[in-house]
């Protein structure tokens, strides 16, 4: 049997690029090569387009992408054009596919903007390339923490209690808004970015003295910002969820410990022992050791969760767990961190498997896509030129 041509797209220009080089090293060395030739596809910070097997040694990128534009000479510049590849001309124009890229599977592997927020998958609507993950919307929807909250507040599920307000809203009335916020919310407060993850641009308050530094910190990332009211000394349980239309898994839970809250810089740049970086300060447990009843509803809202945003793919949907057993949904990422996989591995799925199952699901998407009606044709326009020419 062929194999398919999967095109792991990954880094972007995204303040969680480093994490999406991550998630590719780590989904390319458990691709099963056997079934899949894996293609890799690296967005620069500068959204230049590279396509080379040079990729697959993250080793070097230090050593390579040193920001200096002729650094992009030594590698293939390629691009997926929008619209399908089998509608290629040939003759004299056959030259110019030459810097197209040729797959049969596209796999997002970008964490945050340009590549988890819809975007991307809008380019590979357009291309009428199968992808992994969810659709257009979802993507969307999963990638606004506020767009995500009102969702899941209509559909009945647990969040705590928020508000958004636009950047322009929160430099032309600032005072104002720092008024709204402390009217209504208690401390301790979170104000984070409406579109950013990895704890970019996020901010705990714990006083009405941080508030307004928070509130300019969150809009140097985003249009938008979400503002959080805390839950007192929770504790952090993490569920992934995987699935379709067909089928849908929960993973087992974890819980996430932490020396206090930890932002991007102290997750993932700040030195610690041996090197390992201020992810040394976060442990976990895996199975979360709460009451199985708990585990289970907190698996059951995830899958809900899920469905209620028309997820496909595979995701991770975290909680917040208060002291008297409430749980609250803090948000579910369409495109988590090394794909969750630690969770999966623990719930009988190798990442291997993982990868296969997800790329089932594209797959599949596909295929019922593919099975709607989508046109009638032009009878619609010969109707509208019939009417005018009795006119």
Same mark, same amino acid.
């Given at each position: 049997?062929?194999?398919?041509?999967?095109?792991?797209?990954?880094?972007?220009?995204?303040?969680?690029?480093?994490?999406?080089?991550?998630?590719?090293?780590?989904?390319?060395?458990?691709?099963?090569?056997?079934?899949?030739?894996? =293609?890799?596809?690296?967005?620069?910070?500068?959204?230049?387009?590279?396509?080379?097997?040079?990729?697959?040694?993250?080793?070097?990128?230090?050593?390579?992408?040193?920001?200096?534009?002729?650094?992009?000479?030594?590698?293939?510049?390629?691009?997926?054009?929008?619209?399908?590849? +089998?509608?290629?001309?040939?003759?004299?124009?056959?030259?110019?596919?030459?810097?197209?890229?040729?797959?049969?599977?596209?796999?997002?592997?970008?964490?945050?903007?340009?590549?988890?927020?819809?975007?991307?998958?809008?380019?590979?609507? #357009?291309?009428?390339?199968?992808?992994?993950?969810?659709?257009?919307?979802?993507?969307?929807?999963?990638?606004?923490? =506020? #767009?995500?909250?009102?969702?899941?507040?209509?559909?009945?599920?647990?969040?705590?209690?928020?508000?958004?307000?636009?950047?322009?809203?929160?430099?032309?009335?600032?005072?104002?808004?720092?008024?709204?916020?402390?009217?209504?919310?208690?401390?301790?407060?979170?104000?984070?970015?409406?579109?950013?993850?990895?704890?970019?641009?996020?901010?705990?308050?714990?006083?009405?003295?941080?508030?307004?530094?928070?509130?300019?910190?969150?809009?140097?990332?985003?249009?938008?910002?979400?503002?959080?009211?805390?839950?007192?000394?929770? +504790?952090?349980?993490?569920?992934?969820?995987?699935?379709?239309?067909?089928?849908?898994?929960?993973?087992?839970?974890?819980?996430?410990?932490?020396?206090?809250?930890?932002?991007?810089?102290?997750?993932?740049?700040?030195?610690?022992?041996?090197?390992?970086?201020?992810?040394?300060?976060?442990?976990?447990?895996?199975?979360?050791?709460?009451?199985?009843?708990?585990?289970?509803?907190?698996?059951?809202?995830?899958?809900? =969760?899920?469905?209620?945003?028309?997820?496909?793919?595979?995701?991770?949907?975290?909680?917040?767990?208060?002291?008297?057993?409430?749980?609250?949904?803090?948000?579910?990422?369409?495109?988590?961190?090394?794909?969750?996989?630690?969770?999966?591995?623990?719930?009988?799925?190798?990442?291997?498997?993982?990868?296969?199952?997800?790329?089932?699901?594209?797959?599949?998407?596909?295929?019922?896509?593919?099975?709607?009606?989508?046109?009638?044709?032009?009878?619609?326009?010969?109707?509208?030129?019939?009417?005018?020419?009795?006119?």
């Amino acid at each position: 049997m062929e194999k398919k041509r999967v095109g792991l797209i990954f880094g972007g220009v995204s303040a969680e690029h480093e994490i999406s080089i991550i998630t590719f090293d780590q989904a390319y060395k458990n691709l099963d090569k056997d079934k899949y030739e894996a =293609v890799p596809i690296y967005i620069t910070l500068e959204g230049d387009w590279i396509c080379d097997d040079r990729l697959k040694d993250v080793t070097r990128y230090k050593e390579i992408f040193t920001g200096d534009k002729s650094s992009l000479k030594k590698f293939n510049r390629r691009f997926i054009p929008p619209y399908p590849l +089998r509608h290629e001309s040939g003759g004299f124009l056959q030259k110019l596919s030459d810097t197209k890229i040729e797959i049969d599977i596209a796999f997002p592997l970008i964490h945050g903007t340009g590549g988890e927020d819809g975007s991307l998958q809008g380019l590979l609507e #357009l291309a009428d390339i199968p992808y992994v993950g969810s659709n257009v919307t979802a993507s969307a929807v999963g990638m606004d923490k =506020v #767009l995500q909250k009102h969702i899941l507040k209509s559909a009945g599920l647990p969040v705590v209690k928020f508000a958004g307000f636009l950047k322009a809203e929160i430099e032309t009335r600032h005072d104002a808004v720092v008024k709204e916020i402390l009217g209504n919310f208690r401390f301790p407060l979170f104000v984070k970015p409406a579109s950013c993850g990895s704890s970019v641009g996020v901010s705990k308050v714990d006083s009405r003295d941080f508030l307004a530094v928070a509130l300019d910190e969150a809009c140097r990332y985003d249009r938008k910002v979400i503002v959080e009211e805390g839950v007192v000394e929770p +504790r952090e349980i993490n569920c992934a969820v995987m699935g379709d239309d067909d089928e849908i898994h929960a993973s087992i839970c974890e819980e996430v410990f932490s020396k206090g809250f930890l932002d991007y810089k102290q997750k993932y740049l700040a030195g610690g022992k041996k090197g390992r970086g201020g992810m040394a300060n976060v442990a976990r447990a895996i199975p979360a050791d709460i009451p199985v009843e708990t585990a289970a509803k907190i698996q059951e809202t995830a899958k809900k =969760v899920f469905r209620a945003l028309d997820c496909t793919g595979a995701a991770r949907v975290d909680f917040l767990l208060s002291k008297d057993g409430n749980i609250y949904i803090t948000e579910l990422n369409s495109i988590p961190g090394s794909l969750s996989f630690y969770l999966w591995e623990k719930s009988g799925f190798p990442f291997p498997q993982l990868l296969d199952k997800v790329i089932g699901y594209a797959q599949g998407a596909y295929r019922r896509k593919k099975m709607l009606r989508r046109t009638s044709g032009f009878n619609a326009v010969q109707g509208y030129l019939s009417e005018k020419k009795e006119e």
